[in-house]
DNA sequence: GCAGCTTGGATTGTATACAATTATACGAGG
DNA sequence: CCTCGTATAATTGTATACAATCCAAGCTGC
């Protein structure tokens, strides 16, 4: 979402706004609260012990963070996200990743770049595992360093914002099939073409990664899930 | 029916919250509001003749809009933006118009490509005339008429944010000089390419439009308006 | 029986009162 | 004169009270 820039991810832990904030945030990235599911103030607020305040105001950033959409003087739903949305998002995405890794490959810094190699050593074990959530975990970190690489605030924060969008979908399709070893494979060859300062070949993978992500979820039935849904 | 988006333009202009949101965004890109200048819930709220939840709402919104920054028991500063910001942005736009402009070549209806041609008629008439108001103000619509032609919600309104971000800077340099002539000819030339149905030709001269765009700004001294200074 | 109005409850919108936090000014002690 | 601590004022954070709005159930009149 973008047009915003420094949005400080001081999330703000100790006000009970922020609470109250981050954990609307992951009750519907994980599904607790459905799409089209209607949020009460008071309902929400005796949940967890506090007033309609703080409540109200973690509505309007749900809102500004795209996951809630509120209706004025009628109340505060969850949004749902089509099947046309995820696929424009990855098609940005893929834009974008690429602008960030070629960008990274000037800027990444070598701490950066010996976490990124870690994160892949990880993720490979995991893989051999089974461990699913771990390998999400891993994924998300990647591109989380990857955006932080970049040096850009304004780049890595749409990344970001856009990225946590799409995450209520891909929870339910990387951990069900083999993509995440095909993956992990290509965040490998993005590392190595950041490492070998070859930004054209880093861009052009990125966004091969994102077009693959995508590919991968059409197959494994995003358009069953998420059909054609409209929303309000 | 933006119901899915990431941000929602619910600007519910009949509310108290929607009224002091609208007019401290446009007070903050009109330059009223110095950058670091702070905001006090009460003075606002004086000011516009209402309590301070509305002026809180709003201004939690302005937040994660990117135009204020909320320090916890502090207070809210209006957000600097960089030359390094407005250089990231251009970046980005430059890549995420073109794809607009592809998307426009198979979507566009016939009513946006009237829209559209008109505009550029009369944005010529008006250069002519040296009317630098409706100048900016066509060369906006001209833009917002490319978003929504896309017919691309998440683009539209990813694209819709950046636009509007960069106002605060490009009101001061888009009237100042000659680059209105060439950059409404460069809109022809996107126009016409979408009328063609040459979306390689659309991408590319929406790409190169953006970078003009940048490339003018620098050279009419964005980097003196807004050096390095660091934001917060 | 049904259309349309009325009324009541539920929910959000706004204002205000109170608590918590921060910053600053001032004075005591060194 | 400087430093540190305390007190006080200013500001934000939260809770609650009240107003406005919406929705639906039920009543009335035909």
Redesign the pocket.
């Known amino acids: 979402m973008a047009g915003y820039d420094i949005k400080h991810d001081v999330n703000d832990k100790y ?3 922020g609470r109250v904030f981050q954990k609307l945030r992951e009750d519907i990235l994980s599904g607790k609260y459905k799409e089209h599911e ?5 309902a929400i607020g005796e949940e967890l ?6 409540v ?2 973690a509505f309007r950033q749900l809102e500004l963070e795209g996951l809630l959409q ?1 209706v ?5 739903y969850v949004t749902g996200i089509t099947a046309k949305d995820v696929k424009d998002i990855y098609m940005i995405r893929s834009l974008l990743e690429g602008l960030c890794a070629r960008l990274a490959t000037e800027k990444i810094t070598k701490e950066q770049m010996e976490e990124m190699e870690e994160n892949i050593y990880l993720a490979e074990f995991h893989e051999d595992k089974g461990h699913l959530d771990q390998i999400a975990e891993l994924d998300n970190r990647f591109h989380d360093i990857l955006y932080e690489a970049c040096d850009s605030k304004m780049l890595e924060h749409t990344l970001k914002d856009f990225h946590q969008y799409v995450l209520r979908v891909r929870q339910r399709t990387l951990a069900t099939n083999t993509r995440g070893r095909a993956s992990n494979e290509e965040h490998r060859q993005i590392m190595e073409a950041i490492k070998a300062k070859d930004a054209d070949r880093a861009e052009k993978l990125a966004n091969q990664h994102m077009i693959n992500a995508y590919d991968n979820m059409v197959k494994n039935g995003l358009k069953e899930i998420y059909g054609d849904e409209s929303t309000s």
């Open positions: 006000s009970l706004r209607e949020l009460k103030e008071v012990g506090v007033s309609r305040t703080p109200r105001e509120i004025p003087n009628k109340g505060a």
